[in-house]
């Protein structure tokens, strides 16, 4: 087997003429790809209903302690394993240590695993964009969505009775995510981040405004706001503020590391953290202005409590708002449009960052170029993803997926990157020495201790705690069998194809000395390098 690492001496044929990685144009570019990444789905539907229901005001406390002591210092960690060792996951891992690669094809599988279903959830966005217009679930939203929209099975399997009104919308936006891919960093994800990201805020700001004047948001907002200072001491709370920073910034699963590496030399890493950081919650805070509002008008129309009528996920975008889109007359198309367009919006950016995952690594592993990458695995993403999601069967599919690729895969792999980078390889020193020559914000010992030890210890209590819940009450009164597949199958699987994946060669161009890599004071070096390469 070839190694990614070669000595001097190891061969006396000269390297293959090295492809030039691509790059950000600037820093900006780079910071509104990762904005977008970070900005997704979850901002919107999952973050109001965890502050409203850990607490309320309260809950803000924890989330930004959260925020300061483990996601920003996780992502630092994610910038400067990319940046420093400019590759993907596989390759970046490879380069800090030949033995930790397949760390590298783990995040990377959780990324496709991600966007295979979180592609359709957008198309049923595009759809209900559509359906605010005419208000085409008619008085019973839950039944519409189930029924008429998904025609979701009555059996928990997994059958090829495809949806129509879901498949073409998710073949288009297959279609339109891969040219985007297909042109590139600059011309494709930077420019794709640029157009969606200022719609989506200013959209969602018009929409924040509309919701506000709204009868009886001030009862919204006070429900989410209302501090109950009490749950301050309930660990769960804080778990669940930690868990919520996890998994909105897109640390730990190789996104930050993948787009980091497309950075230039002398880039200002922490700098830039702490923008995608605050930037991130800064748009969840404005997501549950928006969203409490309009369930406060919703509780009010309907004579029920926020408590009553306030969800998450799937059942508060595409049955509660449609609800109140149904109640708010004139203004209910205008609200509907602009709420369903930004989760496509938000969408978007996050799905181009996950497939540039899988892509980028498939590049770097076998050589290709951009485009034919593209064509190969983003084709092959594209087509599970259309075989199984627009389905009968997919709602159930997605729920099984979602939860265990989340809560066991991005929590075991963030936290194995963690104790691996930090007390096995003890290469916490040197990734600070290189975020400190090139970055504004220098860190030290403070950012060594949150990131090697209070984020491992916070992840470990995360993971534990699934591990446990689920194994002994399975999910949602599933099938075990189903559960077993779909869910520990699924992640058993990713683990094992990890291990299969850093076993397969090299080829000569994808070798170390044919990419420059970034020394501790910003310039390029080529090749095997003492400082730049770790064996």
């Known amino acids: 087997m070839s190694h990614a690492v070669q000595g001097p001496g190891d061969s006396q044929r000269p390297p293959e003429a090295p492809r030039a990685r691509e790059n950000f144009t600037g820093r ?47 992502l630092f960690l994610d910038y400067s394993i990319g940046h420093k060792f400019r590759g993907s996951p596989p390759m970046a891992m490879r380069r800090l240590n030949r033995r930790t690669e397949a760390i590298g094809w ?16 957008i198309a049923w966005a595009i759809r209900y964009a559509g359906f605010s217009v005419t208000k085409a679930w008619g008085k019973d939203p839950e039944s519409f969505l189930v029924k008429d929209f998904l025609q979701v099975a009555s059996t928990t399997d997994v059958e090829f009775h495809f949806v129509p009104g879901v498949l073409w919308p998710l073949v288009l936006l297959w279609v339109f995510t891969l040219v985007v891919m297909a042109l590139g960093v600059q011309k494709g994800v930077t420019w794709a981040s640029k157009i969606f990201m200022p719609l989506l805020t200013v959209m969602f ?6 919701a506000l004047t709204l009868p009886g948001a001030t009862k919204g907002l006070n429900a989410l706001f209302t501090p109950d200072w009490g749950a301050l001491t309930n660990h769960q709370v804080w778990m669940a503020a930690y868990g919520q920073i996890f998994f909105s910034l897109s640390v730990g699963f190789g ?6 590496s497309y950075l230039k030399p002398k880039s200002d890493l922490t700098g830039s953290g702490l923008v995608v950081g605050f930037a991130n919650s800064s748009f969840e805070i404005l997501a549950g202005l928006g969203v409490f509002a309009a369930l406060g008008f919703m509780a009010q129309a309907s004579g029920k409590n926020v408590h009553d009528v306030a969800g998450a996920g799937i059942g508060l975008a595409f049955i509660a708002f449609p609800q109140i ?22 969408g978007i950016t996050s799905m181009i960052s996950l497939l540039e995952v899988v892509i980028a690594a498939f590049k770097d592993k076998t050589g290709l170029g951009r485009v034919s990458s593209t064509l190969i695995i983003g084709g092959l993403t594209a087509v599970v993803s259309v075989a199984l999601f627009p389905t009968t069967t997919g709602l159930n599919l997605l729920d099984v997926t979602d939860h265990f690729i989340n809560n066991v895969g991005i929590v075991g792999v963030a936290l194995l990157t963690a104790v691996v980078v930090t007390w096995v390889l003890r290469d916490l020193p040197m990734l600070r020495d290189h975020l400190n020559a090139i970055s504004s914000f220098q860190v030290d010992r403070v950012w060594r201790f949150l990131a090697g030890v209070l984020s491992p210890l916070v992840l470990l209590g995360l993971w534990i705690t699934e591990l446990i819940t689920v194994g002994r009450h399975g999910y949602e009164n599933m099938p075990k069998a189903f559960v077993g597949t779909f869910g520990w199958g699924m992640s058993a699987l990713v683990i094992v194809l990890s291990v299969v994946l850093s076993f397969i060669p090299w080829p000569q161009r994808s070798a170390l000395h044919t990419e420059h890599l970034v020394a501790d004071d910003g310039t390029p070096i080529a090749g095997d390098h003492k400082e730049g390469v770790r064996r």
């Open 28 to 74: 900006g570019a780079f910071l509104i790809a990762a904005i977008g990444s970070a900005v997704g789905l979850g901002n919107i539907w999952r973050f109001p209903y965890v502050a409203y229901s850990n607490g309320g005001g309260a809950f803000i406390l924890p989330y930004l302690i959260a925020l300061l002591t483990a996601g920003i210092p996780l």
């Open 205 to 210: 700001i018009a929409l924040v405004v509309i």
């Open 325 to 346: 889109i149904s109640q708010a007359g004139a203004l209910g198309p205008l609200l509907g449009v602009l709420f369903f367009v930004s989760l496509v919006f938000a």
């Open 255 to 260: 996104i930050m590391v993948t787009y980091a």
């Open 106 to 121: 783990w995040q990377t599988l959780i990324c496709f695993v991600i966007v295979v279903y979180y592609a359709v959830i």
